[in-house]
C-alpha cells in the first residue's frame, strides 16, 4: 500500500468539489493515505538507484530505501519536475478549485520550492508557493492544519498565512548514525560532518531557518535518545496545543521506545512514522527524529 496520496487524486471520484481552495504539498511532508478528506494534494519527490527512478511513497517505500542503503546501493533524490506541478495544478483547477496553496519542504534543501514557483507562473488559477523553512512533519502538520482552514472556507490568503504559521512553529531535532549521508548529499557542512567523525561524537541536529545545523553533541546513542526527549519536552511544554510525531529511519523499536517515554514524560499524544524515503537516503538508517508543532489557538 503506498504510503501517501497520488497527485492524480485531485481529479474526485467524477465530480467536481465546491471546495475554492485547494492545498497541495509534496512527498518528504509524511502525509498518509489516511489522511482524512479533504486533505493536502501530495507530489511526490523522487529516489533514484543507478538502474531506476520511484517515485517517492507510490513506487518505493521507506523501508525499500533502507534495504537498498545496507546493501550498499548508491541511492539519489530528485525533486519533482515544473511539470508534474503544472499537471496537478490543472487537475485541482478541472475539479472546481478558484486558488491553490502549494506549500512544500525547504527551498534550502530542496528546489522544490523552485519547481512549485515555476510552474505555478503558468497555472490557469492563482497558486500561492509557500517554503515552509522545514521538512517531515513539521512540513505535515502545516499542510494539514491548511487543509482544514480550506475545507472551511477561508481564502487563499488566509490559508497560506496559517500554513506558515504551523511550519514556523515546529521544531525538530534528529540524532544520526552516521553524518556520512548528510554530507556527502551537501546538506551539512564538511566542517560539522568532520567533527563527528573526528571526534567520535554523535551529533544532534535540528532545522534552522530551513537548513540543517548542529544543535549539540552527545557521546553515545542512549544519551542522544535522552537529550532528545530533553528538547522535545521543552518544545512541547512551550506549546499552546502540541502536535507531536517520533520518526525513524530503519529503527522501528528504537523509536516505539522513544515515543513511549515521551507520552510519559509530558502526556502528549505521539505519532509515530517513518522518516520519508526522500529524506532518509540523506539521514542514512538508524536515524531518529521527535518533531513538535503548535497548532495554537487558531479559529477559521
Known sequence: MPLFRRPSSARGRGTRSNQAVRVVTDSTSCL?????????HVVPLRVVT??????????????DVVRMLDAGTRVTT???????????????????????????????????VGAASAAAVRSPLAVRVVDSRTVGPGLGFAARAAAECAAAGCDAAHVAARARAVAD??????VVDTLEHLRRG????????????????RPILTTRAGR??????????AAGMERLLDLAGESIAAATRPVVAVQHFGAPDRAGTLAGRLRTRTRAEVEISDIS?????????????VVVADLGDHEH
Open 169 to 174: 512553529s515546529s521544531t525538530s531535532v534528529f
Open 186 to 201: 551537501g546538506r551539512l557542512s564538511g566542517p560539522v560532518a568532520a567533527l563527528g567523525t573526528v571526534l567520535g561524537v
Open 212 to 221: 540543517i545545523e548542529l544543535a549539540q553533541r552527545v557521546r553515545t546513542r
Open 277 to 289: 524515503a526522500v529524506v532518509g537516503v540523506h539521514v542514512g538508517p538508524g536515524t531518529l527524529a
Open 32 to 40: 498518509p493515505v489516511d489522511t482524512p478528506e479533504p486533505g493536502p
Open 50 to 63: 543507478e538502474r531506476e527512478s520511484y517515485d517517492e511513497g507510490v513506487d518505493v517505500t521507506a523501508a
Open 78 to 112: 530528485s525533486q519533482p519536475s515544473p511539470e508534474r506541478f503544472a499537471e496537478t495544478y490543472r487537475a485541482l483547477a478541472d475539479d472546481g478549485a478558484r486558488a491553490i496553496v502549494s506549500l512544500h519542504l525547504s527551498g534550502e534543501l530542496s528546489g522544490t
